[in-house]
């Protein structure tokens, strides 16, 4: 079956440091790959998605970036952090298509001090 | 472009009562897929139900089941038999042409 993990579960980062969030997908291949991020009490906000390695989608200009190494591996990175940057990050994969939905990792709550 | 609405930002219901999750969309599609997600205070998200917009039959999992009106765009999510589990955040969203759009979330309250 497939399983996606995400880490770390919780992160307290200063301004200005930087960052580096990863998932890794297992028991699929070519999954779409997505970073969301959620501000408390909001809905989702799609940050960048990827639809291969090497291959990105950025979707809000911004203080991130992210990048696909392998497969089923899916980093967020950032060079200095803002304190609007603070939020619960989702990753999540989907088969192509997206038909079936997403499966989402258990989540990073980022607090930026 | 697409939307999804959920009109109820709170709703509360009584441990073992009926509750009914409100959404609406807007698209000029006619293939599409709609989802009920839940997040409950872990804050993962959980696919809950899944409609795909070319049956007419109403999608149903265990106490879950939807009312969808494809000429009203309406998807609603009906939870039987309420327990104190399924509080959480419900989100209501559309699949078309490789955009996943997402409703606002209902905060779903059991009050035991």
């Known amino acids: 079956s497939q399983t996606i993990h995400q880490w770390p579960a919780t992160l307290v980062q200063p301004v200005g440091s930087p960052l580096s969030l990863e998932c890794t997908v297992e028991g699929t291949s070519n999954p779409n790959l997505y970073w969301y991020r959620q501000a408390a009490g909001r809905g989702l906000q799609l940050l960048f998605y990827s639809v291969g390695i090497g291959q990105i989608s950025s979707e809000v200009p911004q203080n991130l970036s992210a990048s696909r190494p392998q497969d089923r591996q899916f980093i967020l990175s950032s060079k200095k952090l803002l304190l609007s940057d603070s939020g619960f990050y989702l990753c999540?994969?989907?088969?192509?298509?997206?038909?079936?939905?997403?499966?989402f990792g258990s989540g990073t709550r980022l607090t930026v001090v | 472009a697409q939307t999804v609405t959920q009109s109820q930002p709170e709703m509360s219901v009584q441990e073992a009562e009926t509750v009914t999750l409100s959404c609406t969309y807007d698209t000029s599609e006619s293939d599409y897929y709609l989802f009920w997600y839940k997040q409950p205070p872990s804050r993962q998200m959980i696919l809950v139900i899944r409609q795909e917009a070319y049956k007419q039959q109403n999608a149903t999992e265990n106490r879950f089941s939807v009312n969808f009106q494809k000429a009203a765009k309406s998807f609603s999510l009906k939870i039987s038999d309420s327990q104190l589990g399924d509080a959480a955040m419900y989100f209501c969203?559309?699949?078309?042409?490789?955009?996943?759009?997402w409703g606002a979330g209902t905060k779903l309250i059991i009050k035991p």
């Open positions: 999540a994969w989907s088969r192509r298509g997206l038909t079936y939905g997403y499966t």
């Open positions: 969203a559309y699949y078309s042409n490789y955009q996943l759009i």
